[in-house]
């Protein structure tokens, strides 16, 4: 493993070194949260479809696949179909705001109160987000290089906090172009073929596992209702993905390249399960199937490629690690400490530590939790249950009121919770009533208070 031990090494190096270009472009606080609104096609396409596609895209589809079949790419439609109806239909009217944090449009809307109780739903989904990626990046290098899972996560996550604190939004956008061509090449190019090939073409495939696995909704309806439910409406609404719709530099670039990046998702996903599926068939009996990816690249391929292949998904998950670290640091910096700071702006040196505190904060999360699906879904869960009825509420219903957006956020983060406790993270439960309790609040609470005398809805 030498050989691929050095490669990976060089690819960590080189995120370094392109979050030290990447700082040297961060010159305002604009520049460091936002890229200075500038990102064309390339940057724009490449920096959102890597953001999406993470930890649980990449470990967790595989081990959909392994499990259920072509089926398991339906995590990565769900969040590919969310990205493209993201840049078709929101983008236009975000790009016209210039701001920084999804919250700000509630205070638009609503007034300060409801940005502030939204921001801490967003900060405890952006946190998450940041643990999934982490996780799997530890996952990953514990088992390929045999390094004990705490060192794994230090060394794996240390290098995204360094590069996300010392360059912000232009580190991530130059090393998100890097880790997608280096992921698209060694996941859709290398281990597909060379796994697919391993197993003795797509006909021993086919023979050797049952019809099942190669039926689109074997995995179920349920689970397929629920993906759309939390991850599509999740991408609608979520602080790390709004913040890469404000780098564009206009709503041309984020309509036409983010919709290519939502179809390059579902690729992506289709990719993965194909092969988890590679993975039953060389691995029939593997103990724990959250390591079948990292368990198939080890199986599969030589040295050297194998190191690539490594960071590749590697490159997947530092991407999604990076927006999720960002997001929450800009959430505390943009929405909750100037409220403690008597209303004073951020400045860029504000900005830098706090992405590093907040960096801190997600390696030391990940150090106690161990299922990288299972934190994606607590993550959305909770955005999609506290925030998603009163931000739709916001854009569409002129009688939304203040009392009403907060209850909806409270009661509907409160029921996600107690769900997720009751009936375990993997249940239906937990987004199904935090939307209906969420919505039912939402609309007796606005009705039964006074009519909003602020900013309509045509501000949004």
């Known amino acids: ?18 979050g030290y270009y990447g700082m040297r472009r961060a010159k305002t606080h604009e520049d460091y949260l936002v890229a200075g609104r500038n990102l064309g096609p390339s940057l724009y396409m490449g920096t959102m479809a890597a953001t999406v596609l993470g930890g649980a895209s990449t470990v967790g589809t595989v081990r959909l696949g392994y499990v259920h079949g072509i089926s ?7 969040l590919g179909m969310g990205i493209i109806a993201l840049n078709l239909f929101l983008a236009k009217p975000l790009l016209k705001l210039k701001i920084f944090t999804v919250t700000q449009v509630l205070e638009k809307r609503y007034n300060p109160m409801a940005r502030q109780a939204s921001a801490v739903i967003m900060l405890a989904y952006a946190l998450m987000i940041g643990v999934t990626s982490i996780l799997a990046i530890g996952t990953v290098l514990q088992v390929l290089f045999g390094l004990p899972f705490w060192v794994s996560v230090l060394l794996g996550g240390g290098v995204v906090v360094v590069y996300s604190t010392i360059g912000g939004m232009w580190s991530l956008t130059l090393t998100d172009i890097v880790q997608f061509v280096i992921k698209t090449v060694g996941l859709m ?15 021993e495939l086919v023979a050797k596992l049952p019809a099942s696995s190669f039926s689109f909704t074997a995995i179920g ?11 599509f409406f999740g991408i609608l609404i979520g602080q790390d993905i709004w913040q890469r719709v404000f780098t564009a530099r206009d709503e041309k670039v984020a ?29 029939p009996d593997l103990d724990n199937v959250n390591n079948a990816f990292a368990a198939i690249v080890k199986l599969s391929l030589p040295d050297g490629i194998r190191g690539l292949v490594i960071a590749a998904a590697l490159a997947a998950m530092m991407s999604t690690a990076s927006a999720g670290l960002l997001a929450a640091s800009t959430v505390l910096t943009e929405d909750l400490l100037p409220r403690l700071r008597g209303g004073k702006q951020s400045s860029l040196s504000l900005n830098r530590l706090f992405t590093l505190l907040t960096g ?5 999360i990940a150090l106690v939790v161990n299922d990288v699906i299972s934190a994606l879904t607590l993550a959305y869960n909770l955005l999609v249950g506290g925030m998603l009825i009163p931000l739709i509420g916001a854009i569409f219903w002129k009688r939304a009121s203040t009392p009403g957006a907060i209850a909806s956020m409270a009661l509907g983060f409160v029921t996600a919770l107690v769900f997720m406790f009751k009936d375990g993270l993997d249940a239906n439960t937990p987004i199904y009533y935090s939307l209906a309790v969420g919505l039912v609040s939402f609309v007796a609470v606005s009705l039964l208070s006074r009519k909003p005398q ?6 949004v």
């Open 255 to 283: 309509q036409y390249a983010g919709t290519f990046a939502g179809f390059y998702c579902v690729l992506y996903g289709l990719a993965c399960a194909l092969i988890g599926m590679a993975a039953h068939v060389l691995i």
């Open 189 to 203: 190019f290398i281990l597909l073929p060379i796994c697919l090939y391993r197993v003795g073409g797509w006909d």
């Open 72 to 78: 398991g790419f339906w995590l990565c439609a769900a």
């Open 221 to 231: 309806w349920d689970t397929i209702i629920t993906y759309f439910m939390i991850y």
């Open 360 to 364: 801190a904060t997600v390696l030391g």
């Open 454 to 459: 602020g900013v309509a809805a045509r501000a």
């Open 1 to 18: 493993m030498a050989l691929d031990l050095f490669v990976v090494l060089i690819y960590a190096a080189g995120m370094l070194v392109l």
